[in-house]
């Protein structure tokens, strides 16, 4: 696709709210609208660009009328700059977590038409105005409701079912299946306490080796009140990501404007965007393994031209630490029912062979849900320009992939980046 990022930003990601629990009281530190304008404006000055130069908009925000009440979104973008934007044409994308991806994806069609020169991309959530049933009913909501959500089944519980059959499927104990687990949170952790952008981020532990190994988390209470309860077995507190507030946004060129008239340039190189069927119990029988994720990477890879070895970092759906896993192999990162063992070993590892997760992913920098594709491409875009924020990739990173997947295991969207200046 001959279509560019040629600036990103992403903002602070955290519960930016104060509750006085005494008083049922809940203040709004950072508001859904500041978010936007805050990312919106630092992607197009990033960019070197003015608001006057943005020909579109995509915004994408996942369920901003239960978060914050809120719909018609697209609109808001305008008030980033209201006089350089005012008239510009501007729409809202929806796809659970996989929202910004594809607020990304038809900006990038947009531009390869011809119809645009300039275009600005974000995505947006804030979650954290609601309390923990107040979120879980509204991410509910993204499930297949006459069969999940009306019923009581949660995220947590639906990425569990993949977890057991995943289990079941490679005939994984139970400690077995805790130890690979805590180590994919410990990665993340790891990598997130060096981000200072994350929600679990730099400044967040006042011990540094708290959380970090496995050991620690492996060590964690889980009974009673305990601080790594269970909540959909096999998965723990410690597997589940954040509940988080924030926004990410990148402005998409033709590769030749980007070429010829900017500092930096990532090309969007290749794109699969495959959807399987929502309902879990539509997929009976695979749900060990992530098949339309699998189809897109295929996809991105055939049309960048590029083979999984040529990766130098991955940025995966880590929303519960099963799904890394389950990531890792639908890239072809892993064999079936490797992942877990080469994670183990290292090969993730911001030293191994093809380091994930490098920013602390969902787990650690947190999972705004409109936000998170956004927020993959721009920490993506940063690191092959050289402007790492957080732990830097090898040197000379020259090809990425982003894996970013709304619902379970739904609506699946994967990037393949490349550095061309």
Request: charged share 20%; proline share 4%; with cysteine.
């Amino acid at each position: 696709m001959n279509v560019s990022i040629v600036g990103a930003y992403n903002t602070k990601f955290g519960a930016f709210v104060k509750r006085d629990r005494d008083a049922g009281t809940v203040e709004d530190l950072k508001t859904f609208y500041e978010l936007l304008i805050e990312a919106g404006s630092g992607a197009i000055s990033d960019a070197g660009l003015e608001a006057k130069d943005i020909d579109a908009i995509w915004v994408g925000s996942c369920s901003p009328s239960l978060f914050v009440n809120q719909e018609h979104v697209g609109p808001l973008a305008l008030e980033i700059d209201p006089e350089g934007l005012l008239f510009k044409p501007t729409t809202r994308t929806e796809g659970a977590c996989a929202t910004s991806s594809l607020a990304i994806y038809n900006a990038a069609y947009a531009v390869a038409s011809g119809r645009f020169k300039h275009v600005l991309a974000l995505g947006v959530e804030k979650m954290s105005l609601l309390n923990t049933p107040g979120v879980t009913h509204a991410l509910s909501c993204c499930s297949y409701w006459p069969e999940e959500g009306k019923h009581g089944m949660t995220f947590p519980g639906l990425f569990a079912e993949l977890g057991l059959a995943y289990q079941q499927k490679h005939k994984l104990t139970d400690d077995q299946l805790r130890v690979m687990l805590a180590h994919v949170s410990a990665l993340n952790y790891r990598n997130g306490i060096q981000n200072p952008l994350a929600h679990f981020g730099a400044g967040s532990l006042p011990d540094k080796n708290q959380l970090v190994t496995a050991e620690a988390i492996l060590n964690l209470p889980d009974e009673g009140k305990g601080s790594n309860p269970m909540i959909a077995p096999p998965l723990r507190l410690h597997d589940c990501s954040l509940i988080t507030d924030g926004a990410a946004a990148v402005v998409l060129t033709s590769s030749d404007n980007a070429k010829s008239n900017f500092k930096h340039a990532v090309e969007l190189s290749g794109v699969g965007h495959t959807t399987d069927r929502m309902m879990l119990n539509g997929r009976k029988g695979r749900l060990h393994e992530l098949q339309a994720t699998r189809r897109a990477v295929e996809l991105a890879c055939t049309e960048a031209g590029i083979g999984v070895a040529d990766l130098d970092f991955a940025e995966v759906h880590d929303c519960f630490t099963i799904n890394e896993l389950l990531c890792a192999e639908a890239i072809g990162l892993s064999e079936p029912g490797r992942a877990g063992f080469d994670l183990m070993e290292g090969k993730f590892d911001p030293e191994g062979d093809c380091p994930i997760n490098l920013s602390g992913g969902l787990k650690a920098k947190g999972h705004p849900v409109g936000a998170t594709g956004a927020s993959m491409h721009a920490l993506a875009y940063k690191q092959l320009t050289g402007q790492p924020i957080g732990i830097a990739a090898k040197e000379n990173a020259e090809i990425a992939m982003t894996a970013n997947i709304g619902g379970s295991g739904v609506t699946n969207c994967v990037s393949v980046l490349r550095r061309i200046q």
